[in-house]
């Protein structure tokens, strides 16, 4: 019986040593994945290719801006493993940043050449305004949410995005002292087009943004504003968290 309980108690402790050593070429190798190239740069790239190239974006500075803005460091570090995966993460405040495929939708349809003023209800962790910046448009950007706005404006600057200004408030109103707007996003569930964002948007300009039941399902819509008419095109599907503000007063 003591034999046997020696026994035991070694194949015990050779156990728990693998586990650690298992446990520890885990943590190194989280580590090396990130460090090397320190980017995730064939991650990003099978990103695009896969998921969104080979879902139909075709807009090539729109594919570039995508290469080239490092999404792990728009997300916690508690899902930077998932950073480059065709879906929807946690930010923190109830929010997420968008998919990747949606991200890279939503940029094509507004059809930007680079020298465009964008407005962008929606700041979250500043993602979608790094990908228009990457463009080269100017991005005003609006965050109702005062720690994301804080947060996003300080990691925009870190990484060099000088031309994307970050305010906290309601998008609902746009922002009147940096209009009129050739392009407006709204990253947001709604249920209607805010109107002043339509009165801020320049003759020619498109927006676009996803109208429908703000807690369940949305139609991805763009809008182009010619004159007092309103070219409305609908993209497709999509799920995004509501607008909150004035958008769901009286809801």
Known sequence: MVFLRIAYLRRGVATMVS?????????????????????????????????????????????????????????????RGASYSDHALPIGEGQTISQPFIVALMTEKLALDGSEKVLEIGTGSGYQAAVLAEIGAEVSSIEIKKKLAGSARKRLSELGY??????????????????????????????????????QLKDGGRLIIPVGSTRYFQTLTLVTKRGEELQVEHISGAVFVPMVGKMLEGR
């Open 162 to 199: 000088d031309k994307v200004k970050v305010r906290y408030g309601d998008g609902y109103y746009g922002w009147p002292e940096e209009a009129p707007f050739d392009a407006i996003i709204v990253t947001a569930a709604a249920n209607h087009v805010p109107p002043l964002l339509l009165d």
């Open 19 to 79: 586990a650690i050593a298992v446990f520890v070429l885990l943590i190194l190798s989280v580590g090396l994945t990130e460090s090397a190239g320190g980017s995730f740069s064939a991650e990003r790239e099978r990103m695009v290719v896969h998921d969104i190239e080979g879902r139909g974006i075709t807009d090539e500075k729109t594919l570039a801006a995508m290469r080239n803005v490092r999404r792990h460091l728009f997300v916690p570090r508690a899902v």
